[in-house]
């Protein structure tokens, strides 16, 4: 499996070394040592989610606020995705930045968010299955959200290929980043 840090360098994008031939095909999809030697530290998993989403359909940025927080490794089984994480841990470098990858059945690339992040999707495809293993439980009372289309973030969504995001109220409702509660860390 090639791990690849992306321009924000705790968030890592793998790509898993695909066997296939006219049967179909097989790949690794998770190896706790391989991982765990990527991320650089020991990383335990304790729930694993699964969501579909029509076309439009943008969940995010979704965070866990101390001491629930949780890191994701999130992948695709049907469709595509544009995959977010933003950094919003006060003291980081890359505080209030964000990077983003494809997430695709057909590609089968998986992106680690780790704590300390917001994380969101928007679904590229008719439908789109997304798969995320979380190092924590979910707690709604730590739940937080910031609006995905906050002016100083600046995510470049494609919406060349999705004109208009298809919201819950929940995600309606989410805050600016500046007014934001944030990692302290």
């Not at 994480?85 to 089968?108: M, Y």
């Not at 969504?157 to 995001?165: G, L, N, R």
């Amino acid at each position: 499996m090639k791990a690849t840090p992306l321009t924000i360098p705790d968030v890592i994008l793998f790509e898993p070394k695909v066997f296939g031939d006219d049967r179909g095909f097989f790949f690794e999809s998770f190896n706790q040592r391989q991982f765990n030697d990527a991320v650089g530290y020991e990383v335990s998993f304790v729930q694993d989610n699964h969501s579909r989403s029509s076309k439009g359909v943008l969940r995010g940025l979704h965070y866990q606020l101390p001491p629930m927080a949780q890191g994701k490794l999130v992948r695709v089984v049907a469709g595509e995705v544009f995959d977010v994480a933003v950094d919003i841990r006060r003291s980081s470098p890359t505080f209030g930045q964000w990077v983003g990858a494809h997430l695709s059945a057909e590609n089968k690339h998986q992106l680690w968010v780790p704590e300390g992040f917001a994380h969101g999707f928007i679904v590229l495809s008719d439908c789109a299955e997304f798969l995320y293993k979380t190092t924590n439980f979910y707690a709604p009372e730590y739940e937080r959200s910031i609006r995905w289309d906050d002016s100083s973030l600046a995510v470049k969504w494609p919406f060349d290929i999705v004109e208009q995001p298809i919201l819950s109220e929940k995600d309606n409702m989410a805050l600016p980043f500046e007014k934001a509660e944030v990692f302290n860390g």
